[in-house]
């Protein structure tokens, strides 16, 4: 086994997997109300912007990975309709329950499951969507995961990446004094840990940029790969079309 990145430390690779789970066990139960916080609302923005970008039509067939409090699942589900279908999965036993609990309470019952996207559950060629929104970045072997996202995909199938990138260069100091000042007193005052957050804000500096993961993307087997930058790069998506 070789050693990988968790936040700035370097970390035996089997290790990365635990030391995720343990943060988002940690935040889960203010995680949505951390991202309103931190993002102002915006991520609300980019989550609809993503689903327009998909333009699912009823019926359609969607997994959804790292859905977390399901956000996505939800506008996705509303869209496929009943002869669609959403599958709401995550690594994290804690995220998933909050996402399933909270889709229960608005009358939305998803078929859900703990799964780990470098090894998927899912028949190849089964789904229409795959998105993953603010998870790839947390994954150990990300070309893996890329992979098997594209293997489960029908032909033309789309995936779509929404995640935390590179800014603007004008933007950059703004940017890492927020991440590395601000936001791990808001994790301390909202959620009663500040390291998760700082863990978050080293995760992002981490992730590969626009174009080495529209590369990643290719390498799996995506044939074409458009890339849209928002809020001045805080958050791309990458939009892959299986070959």
């Not at 430390?9 to 309103?36: C, G, H, I, L």
Request: hydrophobic share 40%; glycine share 8%.
């Amino acid at each position: 086994m070789g050693s990988t990145h968790f936040g700035f430390k370097t970390v035996d690779e089997r290790e990365k997997a635990k030391r995720v789970r343990s943060v988002f066990d940690s935040v889960a139960p203010k995680y949505d109300v951390m991202n309103d916080l931190m993002s102002v609302g915006l991520h609300r923005v980019w989550k609809r912007y993503t689903l327009t970008v998909a333009n699912p039509q009823p019926g359609d067939q969607v997994l959804d990975i790292a859905g977390g409090t399901g956000d996505l699942a939800l506008a996705f589900a509303r869209k496929v309709g009943p002869t669609g279908r959403v599958v709401h999965t995550d690594i994290n036993e804690a995220m998933l329950r909050e996402g399933r609990n909270r889709l229960l309470d608005l009358g939305v019952v998803l078929p859900t499951s703990v799964c780990d996207a470098e090894k998927l559950p899912f028949a190849s060629d089964s789904f229409h969507f795959v998105c993953v929104a603010f998870g790839l970045r947390n994954m150990t072997h990300k070309e893996l995961a890329l992979a098997e996202m594209c293997r489960v995909l029908k032909p033309g199938g789309k995936l779509l990446v929404l995640e935390f990138s590179h800014v603007a260069q004008p933007l950059t100091k703004a940017y890492d004094w927020y991440s590395f000042n601000i936001l791990p007193r808001l994790g301390q005052w909202v959620a009663g840990d500040a390291e998760s957050y700082r863990y978050l804000a080293e995760s992002i500096r981490m992730h590969p940029d626009q174009e080495t993961l529209r590369q990643m993307m290719k390498v799996a087997g995506f044939g074409h790969v458009d890339v849209h930058n928002l809020s001045g790069g805080v958050v791309a998506l990458h939009m892959g079309i299986k070959c």
